[in-house]
């Protein structure tokens, strides 16, 4: 079975056949496809074709090639695309310095400003990224050095930058994508690249309708060519064909974290609480929290191996009849999911209970708008995570992927939360560098109420 780790299939080479397209993927042993967006109609469409097929997830982004033909405000629209189920990834984004003869010479600074704000987009939904490097790798490896790290990490799709750049790149933390270039005839970079690279970075794909394998040149790629490419890619790697799925797929799977939900832990009570686990991502680092060691809570393992849809969690909760209120916590920034959150929080408002979120604040800077109206009626408190009174110290306690005029946004958010009738809860972990007092007086003069916790029972829960 094979993962196409990168194609197009809402692209309108396929507006005829799509269907078939797919099933005849599912047929040569496509178990799972990642559909990259890349134009901002592209995303629209991608999104679009989601809830019908449970084998497709998504990376939403801009290529190069839109820059600067569109407005940059076109990446406004992405925080809200990048919060909707199933998008695993960001991207295709990058650069692309190469000179077509119908098209306008590059536009290497517009290039680079957007492929910028989309990798800080990755860092604050902690998302992996899907990047697109042509002709530009000296560029792209910077930026990537100087906007990063990247906890997810991501993948440099259709690799084409040669054996010398794959330490570089792997020690970056990202993976390499191969398709159908590892058995054109003069290829060799590749192929070397290929050869270079531990098989624990490698994924596979077809960029469908691009770049079809060498014996179908000059027609349509479609992901059922995957088994063909991968026939070349196992001789090249010295691999078996059965060597080289098994290691691509758990490659594929562990990068975008699509492993079957099975066992996951959705929803957990802790005494009259339900608590609802939407997501391990988060948009601040916090020096205190375990989620990096450690996802365990009582008996609990809190460790989502792929994010569950709302489907899944209004399931998971069933009858509330016991319990006095559905808390969104876990480990992650549930907001990061705010649609999911929303349409489960109407299902338990249909019950009849209260909903809180337990959240950083950061939303206004995560989706640069204020989400509050449309949480208005299906959420009753916010417990808000502020842990300092000064800017300059929630920075280095936080250090948080928003920017460094979060702690402002965050005391807006909370005070705007208050004033437009939510219950508010100020909270701080209670360290020794922090002057507890004045933080409670600032909470209180926000509109909030203030909470101290303990640093050594982070993650029990608040009532």
């Not at 794959?166 to 290929?194: I, M, N, W």
């Not at 299906?378 to 936080?398: F, K």
């Amino acid at each position: 079975m094979w993962i196409d780790s990168h194609a197009h299939l809402e692209d309108e080479a396929f507006d005829a056949d799509r269907s078939a397209v797919l099933d005849r993927a599912r047929a040569a042993g496509v178990e799972l496809f990642l559909n990259a967006g890349s134009t901002p109609a592209a995303n629209i469409r991608i999104l679009a074709m989601l809830p019908g097929h449970d084998d497709l997830f998504a990376g939403l982004g801009l290529h190069p090639h839109e820059f600067p033909g569109i407005p940059e405000a076109a990446l406004d629209d992405l925080p809200r695309q990048l919060s909707q189920e199933k998008v695993v990834a960001v991207g295709e984004i990058g650069l692309d310095y190469h000179v077509f003869r119908d098209m306008p010479a590059p536009d290497a600074d517009a290039q680079q400003r957007a492929f910028r704000r989309q990798l800080r987009l990755a860092r604050v939904f902690e998302l992996p990224l899907l990047v697109h490097v042509r002709e530009a790798y000296a560029d792209a490896l910077r930026i990537l050095r100087e906007e990063g790290p990247f906890n997810r990490g991501g993948v440099l799709h259709c690799y084409a930058g040669g054996p010398e750049l794959v330490e570089e790149v792997l020690a970056l933390g990202f993976s390499l994508g191969f398709g159908a270039t590892v058995g054109y005839p003069k290829a060799d970079e590749v192929r070397a690249a290929l050869k270079r690279a531990t098989p624990e970075k490698i994924l596979l794909e077809t960029d469908a309708p691009y770049l079809p394998p060498q014996s179908r040149r000059g027609g349509r790629n479609e992901p059922a060519f995957l088994a063909e490419i991968a026939q070349t890619a196992a001789q090249v790697k010295g691999l078996t064909l059965d060597e080289l799925a098994d290691v691509t797929r758990a490659n594929t799977r562990r990068l975008f974290q699509l492993d079957p939900p099975a066992a996951d832990v959705l929803a957990y009570p802790l005494g009259k609480h339900m608590y609802v686990n939407l997501t391990n991502r988060c948009s601040a680092n916090c020096v205190f929290c375990p989620r990096r060691v450690s996802r365990r809570l009582q008996t609990y393992d809190l460790t989502l191996r792929r994010e569950p849809s709302a489907r899944e969690v209004i399931a998971a909760l069933g009858d509330l009849s016991g319990s006095s209120e559905v808390v969104f916590c876990g480990f992650g920034e549930p907001v990061l999911r705010l649609p999911v959150l929303l349409a489960v929080a109407r299902e338990v408002k249909r019950q009849g209970k209260k909903v809180r979120v337990n959240t950083n604040g950061q939303a206004d800077l995560i989706f640069g708008r204020d989400i509050l109206p449309e949480c208005a009626g299906l959420v009753d408190e916010w417990s808000v995570s502020l842990n300092s009174g000064s800017p300059e110290q929630y920075a280095r306690l936080v250090q948080p992927a928003t920017g460094k005029d979060t702690w402002e946004s965050v005391t807006r958010f909370i005070a705007r939360a208050a004033r437009t009738g939510f219950t508010v809860t100020s909270s701080a972990v209670e360290l020794p560098e922090v002057d507890l007092q004045g933080l409670a007086e600032l909470s209180r003069s926000l509109g909030a109420r203030y909470r101290g916790r303990i640093p050594q029972r982070l993650g029990e829960p608040e009532n």
